[in-house]
């Protein structure tokens, strides 16, 4: 029997690292001060150099292009690189590795480049414009990428392990807002959360929330107030951005046929516009309002706290939307003020 | 100087390298003219994408030189794993001004990583000569900013090459290390078909078609008595069995059209 444990996200992270690095000899960490007694700038590998040695916790220089380089390379050869960019912000540095030779290889040659990146990503902790951002979409966009974005301490882990199984480049993002704040029951030993499935997080009939990583909480917190008001908001996590649940998104979709669209990465051309249009196209019939989207706005994220907060959706903006978007059907034959939606896009 | 089971990332210059390491000619015609039966089965072009790790060949990618910390990294897979193999790659004298090559050849030093890296200095970036592109002219010299040794040589001259990558080899294999080689030469045609290299001086030219490192060899071989019916004889072979590769890949079918989305995702 599974012994269930609560964990932050953030040690569900490591459990899921160590684990691995126990079980396969071929996984290996790569990125910058992860290394010794410091174990990286949010101390996720704190520990692992005295457990698994300087062979398989490498320091690396700041030179992220370059060892990113280096971990196709050694992907290529069979090894499981995991590589922590400091922040997901610094990922811009090793886009070129990433996006045309990770990404292209398998297809081009059939090359298999087995490794994962983890970049903490997310803002909501006045870290300003370089310690905030939400990449995803990029890598979205990309082909040969897997991407995923846990929401939740035992997604962390499954995911984490998934995407280290994963013969293909996983762009794996976890939400800084949530390391240390976000506690919940994480299924010790052997766990894997597949990738490509999406999970409802709390059912409803009323009107559904599509979203992913740390604002999974902020739309369950928006489900509990409007449950007070008698509205039932279904919240479906995504989880895994790149392949998307296609079956997931539009069952919710048919389900309560009015859906808001929810991230904290820039609103403008984000995951939210393609899982939109998908809706748009496969479950138009079944919609009785139009698809809402709420993201961040297209300005870098800033990083005093009230142009922060303006700029990046909460729990309170989401039940305003969410409560907007069901009442559009009703609205019909009782006009009511609408939320100027285009404030957040 | 390679052994089999060596890793090598060579250049769309680098057609010699394939063929040494095992990529037949028809196949090679096959990537060319986007055939099914290419290295790379219609999904790259020219010599792009020609990589096959069956016999130990990383695919390039145009964005120079992106193979080099690859290669850096296969050979610190060959430093985790314990195995006496060693990775080699080429770069351009136009790569050799990237960032990521610094970021590469430093992280090759850091970790001692057992690395052979050849700039063929040809000259010419496109239509950038070197001049304009480095103020320190020894490309080799750069190894001394990363504290490993830099060799120029005369990248025209067959045995020079081969003794010089022979003992970089060699180092690397016996664990002391990544080399940084000049191979000092020259692109007597443009950088590609279209591009007719008015920007070359045709004296300049001249100059190194003095120098061809075939024509060379040839006479050196002749030097130490081979007949040239025998040279003639090797390029009689070469020149049947390309002839025969380039029918062969001309009649092989192109790509299915309903293969377009097969093998974005390894299994």
Known sequence: ?????????????????????????????????????????????????????????????????????????????????????QFADFITTAFDSIV?????????????????????????????????????????????LKVVAPGT??????????????????????????????TGPVPAGDYVVPIGQAHV?????????????????????????LADEGIAVEVLDLRT?????????????????????????????????????????????????SIQRLGGLDVPVPFSPPLEEAYRPSAAKIAALACATRRLLTCKDKPEPQMDTDKHG | MLAPDDVVASMHRDLGCYLVRGITPDRIFGNLLG??????????????????????????????????????????????RNELRVALTFVGDGSASAGVF??????????????????????????????????????????????????????????AMVAGIQAAVDRARRGDGPTLIEAKTMRMLGHAMHDGFEYVPR?????????????????RLRTLGVDQVELDEIDHRCNVEVTAALEHAQAAPLPDAATVTQGVYAP
Do not use: C
């Open chain 1, 1 to 85: 029997m599974t012994t269930v444990r609560e964990l932050t996200y953030l040690a569900a992270i490591s459990e899921a690292l160590r684990e691995e690095m126990r079980r396969d000899p071929d996984v290996l960490l790569m990125g910058e001060d992860i290394g010794g007694e410091f174990g990286g700038a949010f101390k996720v590998t704190k520990g692992f150099t005295a457990e698994f040695g300087e062979r398989r916790v490498l320091n690396m220089p700041l030179a992220e292009l370059g060892f990113v380089g280096a971990a196709s390379g050694m992907a290529l050869m069979g090894l499981r690189p995991v590589i922590e960019m």
């Open chain 1, 100 to 144: 045309q030779f990770a990404g292209t290889a398998h297809y081009r040659w059939g090359g298999a480049v087995p490794w994962v990146i983890r970049a903490p990503a997310d803002g909501g902790l006045t870290a300003g414009p370089f310690h905030s951002q939400n990449p995803e979409a990029w890598f979205v966009h990309t082909p040969g």
């Open chain 1, 153 to 182: 301490p035992a997604d962390a882990k499954g995911l984490l392990i998934a995407a280290i199984r994963d013969n293909n480049p996983v762009i794996y993002l976890e939400s800084k807002p949530l390391y240390r704040s976000e």
């Open chain 1, 201 to 225: 997080a709390r059912t409803g009939d009323d009107v559904t929330v599509i979203t992913y990583g740390a604002m999974v909480r902020e739309a369950l917190g928006a489900a509990a107030t």
């Open chain 1, 241 to 289: 951005l790149k392949p998307l649940d296609t079956d997931a998104i539009l069952a919710t979709a048919r389900k309560t046929g009015k859906v808001l669209i929810v991230h904290a990465a820039n609103q403008l051309a984000g995951v939210g516009a393609e899982v939109s249009a998908l809706i748009a196209a496969e479950a138009f019939q079944w919609l009785d309002a």
């Open chain 2, 35 to 80: 055939k099914a039966t290419g290295v790379s089965h219609g999904r790259d072009a020219n010599l792009h994408g020609m990589g096959d790790l069956d016999h130990n060949i990383i695919g390039f990618v145009s964005h120079l030189p992106q193979s080099l910390p690859v290669t850096v990294g296969v050979a610190m897979s060959f430093q985790y």
């Open chain 2, 102 to 159: 610094h970021e590469s050849m430093n992280l090759a030093a850091i970790h001692n990583a057992p690395v052979v890296v050849i700039i063929e200095n040809n000259q010419y970036a496109y239509s950038t000569p070197v001049t304009e592109q480095t103020r320190v002219q020894e490309l080799s010299k750069r190894a001394d900013a990363y504290g490993i040794p830099g060799v120029a040589l005369d990248g025209n001259d067959v045995e």
């Open chain 2, 203 to 219: 004296e300049l030219l001249a100059e190194w078609a003095a120098k061809d490192p075939v024509d060379r060899f040839a006479a």
